[in-house]
């Protein structure tokens, strides 16, 4: 009797996993769950085009029949992509939600006429023969070779992270300079529209930059003149230049 019982608890799990595989299938094949709208959202640097092709995703597929984990990861290869959120809405929509990195600066690479555009932690995002107009144009920062789509390697690691808070200050405070030249990282100066700025070290950087942006109000666009501010303890200088 209990030999039976066993063939009977036997035939009963495989009973259940044969429907449960019975249940999948169907819902794989069935029409019902096919992907008939794909949005894509939070993108603008990037075209939905773009992001599609690398999701690998299409109408008339099946809503279950991919891994958003494996999308996720194709799509997060694009340069300017940050982040990637991919929502199911049953039964026939996938969103797909873009977090993108956002440009803070242009580096020239030496003896060329190429531009890499980077973001706030040093990826590069893609090379140019001209910059991007509105952006700082860095000069002097030194490195070996590059890749658009992965970080930049620099010869002084920690000027190139100290240039890149400078950059993120820029954009707390409004202020974009036309150039920082990097080539003395004790001596920084900064070209805004006819200013010539002459920061000096990183040190004080954010209280340099206060001063640096209400000292820049009081001179007219068109003006040509100077501002040196190398020593936060000492009273700025700055004045015009005829």
Known sequence: MKRISRKKNRFAVLFVFAMVAFVAVAVLLSPLFEIREIEVVGNSAIC?????????????QNMLAFSANSVRARVVQLPFVRSVDIVREFPDKIVVTIAERTPVANIRVANSATYLLIDDSGMVLESASTPVSGLPVAIGVDFASFAVGEYLIVEDDMVFRDMLRLYRLFTRYSFFPDSVDMSDPTDITFQAEHLSIFFGSMSDMDRKIQYISAIKEQFAPEARGFIEIRDINERPRFGLIR
């Open 48 to 60: 939905s085009e773009e992001v599609l092709e690398h999701a690998q995703l299409e109408t008339g």
